[in-house]
Nanobody, 121 residues
Framework: QLQLVESGGGLVQPGASLRLACKVI????????MGWFLQAPGKEREFVAG????????KYADSVKGRFTISRDNAVNTMFLQMNSLKPEDTGIYYC??????????????WGQGTQVTVSS
């Protein structure tokens, strides 16, 4: 059964870094675009970052450009989100997603359960 399992969240101070990981179980990710969404407290879920099946094409929300880097390792069926210079407004639940095709933009076919990131002093 397909599962997207996020890890790496936590409580950090402003300016710190975190690295999120999304391990996909029981399904090869190599043909599919992947991405991250954020649901901040009291807000709707929004796109953060995405990358194509090869990792060559990436997209970022304006709010994270220059601070976050998305990457993937198809050999171990895992996607990553390196988050630097974290701000309080980055707080929320981060969801890993798999798209229905290899390229962005596209429809999301699967969601993970989410991992909590809290940025606070």
């Amino acid at each position: 059964q397909l599962q997207l399992v996020e890890s790496g969240g936590g409580l950090v101070q402003p300016g710190a870094s975190l690295r999120l990981a999304c391990k996909v179980i029981e399904y090869p990710i190599s043909s599919y675009a992947m991405g991250w969404f954020l649901q901040a407290p009291g807000k709707e879920r929004e796109f953060v970052a995405g990358l194509s099946w090869s990792g060559r094409d990436t997209k970022y929300a304006d709010s994270v450009k220059g601070r976050f880097t998305i990457s993937r390792d198809n050999a171990v069926n895992t996607m990553f989100l390196q988050m630097n210079s974290l701000k309080p407004e980055d707080t929320g639940i981060y969801y890993c997603v798999m798209y229905s095709s290899g390229y962005l933009p596209g429809g999301v076919s699967s969601w993970g359960q989410g991992t909590q990131v809290t940025v606070s002093s």
